[in-house]
């Protein structure tokens, strides 16, 4: 391959990183790396940066001159300013989304040793709380399996009112309401397999 070649490679790489980053925040995917979580909008800044790096660095250098000089086609500015706008926006309303609703991910306590485990993810907005739960594997990336909902901003998890029940092919979790914050629904399968 020709240098001369390397802006537009660079410049469609880039915006496929910046599709990435636009739609992790919302496919319901965590990764679990040494005990913690890194929500899907981390995931997204994450490919963020790449996309940057690769729509915006050629740009600065004699590598795109060379390619517009041979008649190779690169990314257009236009397209590579609407590409990273949209990423940011996304990965920035995945930032927002967690921050006013006070999120909080905890990977949950099991017995099981074979690499499966579950993440939860609690939010409470004004009178209302919610969950995820999310199945994570060997290579600790996680996809949401389920969801609830509770009464007046009630977290289970937090409150340590749930069962997780996980033996090698799955198991199930469940998570306790009170009388006046019930949670619906309460009883999880999780699949290991």
Known sequence: MRLAGLAGLAGLAGLAAAALAV???WLGWVLVVDGRVVPGWGLGLGVLVVAVMLLWIPRATRVRAADEARGARVVPRWASAVATALAVASVGLGVAGDAFSGAEYQVLRSEASDGCRVVTRETSFLAAGSGDVYV??????GQRTGTWVADD???PVRADAYDLALGPDGGTLTVRG???????????PIDCG
């Open 23 to 25: 739609v992790a925040p």
């Open 136 to 141: 994570v594997r060997n290579l600790g990336v």
């Open 153 to 155: 901003g009630y977290r």
């Open 178 to 188: 009170t009388a006046n914050d019930p949670v619906m629904p309460s009883t999880h």
